[in-house]
């Protein structure tokens, strides 16, 4: 898992409710990932970053916001518009070719 | 379409024996190609990589991969299994213009 840290490990939600998952890293690197892990479906990306103050969508980022205002952190917010966001989270970051991951936050909707 | 198929969803060995864990791939250019391995509740960690050149890549914990673009395939293997290498493992492949794209995962068990 390297220098790249989530928290919380654990995060229950309730219906209705935005939450937000933190990543930071120390690892100087530019681009940053958010995934979403379920069951059998490997990891499909929701958003990334390759520099402060841009980010771009993934394949489903309906439901989900992110931001970049400082290099070390891509904070992702659950919002309420998500319909099935209960699953496991894990931001990446990355140098050129090879992605890095954090260990992930698990999500429950209540 | 560009994408990555991981054939088996489990894959059973016994410790000692070699194992494969089977990767292909159908992606436009020369790709680059991963292997991650993901531990209960954990994130993925990185294995390998195979970016150009010898056909044959040495990765952590004694796994290597073989790259064969004909058959655009990039199995995972290691000689001699361990107990400890029960595992998720992901193949992925990152088009260079485009997002890195990962298979279903494959569930090894190694049983003593």
């Known amino acids: 898992d390297g220098g790249i840290t989530q928290s919380p490990k654990y995060l229950f939600r309730k219906e209705g409710q935005n939450v937000t998952l933190s990543c930071e890293q120390n690892?100087?690197?530019?681009?940053m990932y958010w995934y979403r892990q379920d069951p059998g479906q490997g990891l499909r990306l929701i958003y990334y970053?390759?520099?402060?103050?841009?980010?771009q969508k993934g394949d489903i980022a309906e439901g989900y916001s992110v931001s970049r205002e400082k290099k070390e952190s891509f904070p992702l917010t659950v919002t309420s518009a998500q319909k099935n966001p209960t699953a496991f989270y894990l931001c990446?970051?990355?140098?050129?070719?090879?992605?890095?991951f954090g260990p992930g936050t698990r999500l429950t909707v209540l | 379409a560009q994408s990555v198929a991981q054939p088996e969803d489990q894959v059973n060995v016994a410790e000692g024996n070699p194992l494969t864990v089977k990767c292909t791939y159908s992606?436009?250019?020369?790709?680059?190609l991963f292997w991650y391995v993901q531990y209960p509740n954990r994130g993925l960690q990185f294995l390998l990589k195979?970016?150009?050149?010898?056909?044959l890549v040495k990765g952590s914990y004694g796994f290597e991969a073989e790259f064969n673009k004909s058959q655009t395939s990039f199995h995972l293997k290691k000689p001699s299994a361990l107990v400890s290498d029960s595992a998720l493992y992901f193949c992925?492949?990152?088009?260079?213009?485009?997002?890195?794209?990962f298979g279903a995962g494959t569930r090894l068990t190694v049983k003593p």
């Open positions: 990446a970051s990355s140098i050129r070719d090879t992605q890095y």
């Open positions: 690892l100087n690197h530019d681009a």
């Open positions: 195979y970016i150009t050149g010898d056909n």
């Open positions: 970053s390759q520099i402060v103050n841009d980010f």
């Open positions: 992606v436009s250019g020369n790709p680059y």
């Open positions: 992925a492949v990152f088009p260079r213009n485009n997002d890195m794209r």
